[in-house]
Nanobody, 114 residues
Framework: QVQLVESGGGLVQPGGSLRLSCVAS????????MAWYRRVPGKEHELVAE???????TYAHFVKGRFTITRDDSKKAVYLQMDRLQTEDTAVYYC????????WGQGTQVTVSA
């Protein structure tokens, strides 16, 4: 089954930036739309950004203009550049498909705090 490995999280001050990475263990990665989600304790996964196989992107209203999703099919990877981070962005971030989820990875913790 497909494995997803996220990395790049950390502690950052408000207004700072982070770049998250996710690598998928599937040779058919280029055939799949991909997305980034985030989750805080007690809540469901929340869709943050999505990228199609044609590099068309969509964003949740609360990150639009601050986050950028990209992909590199040669590396079977999807990225999330997060700029102008806010304390409300604190969460565990995951990648997956927008629908018909693969098994979730371990995620990567992003903490925005002064």
């Amino acid at each position: 089954q497909v494995q997803l490995v996220e990395s790049g999280g950390g502690l950052v001050q408000p207004g700072g930036s982070l770049r998250l990475s996710c690598v998928a263990s599937t040779s058919s990665f280029s055939n799949h739309f991909m997305a980034w989600y985030r989750r805080v304790p007690g809540k469901e996964h929340e869709l943050v950004a999505e990228i199609t196989t044609f590099d068309t992107t969509t964003y949740a209203h609360f990150v639009k203009g601050r986050f950028t999703i990209t992909r590199d099919d040669s590396k079977k990877a999807v990225y999330l550049q997060m700029d102008r981070l806010q304390t409300e962005d604190t969460a565990v971030y995951y990648c997956n498909r927008p629908h018909s989820w693969w098994p979730w990875g371990q995620g990567t913790q992003v903490t925005v705090s002064a």
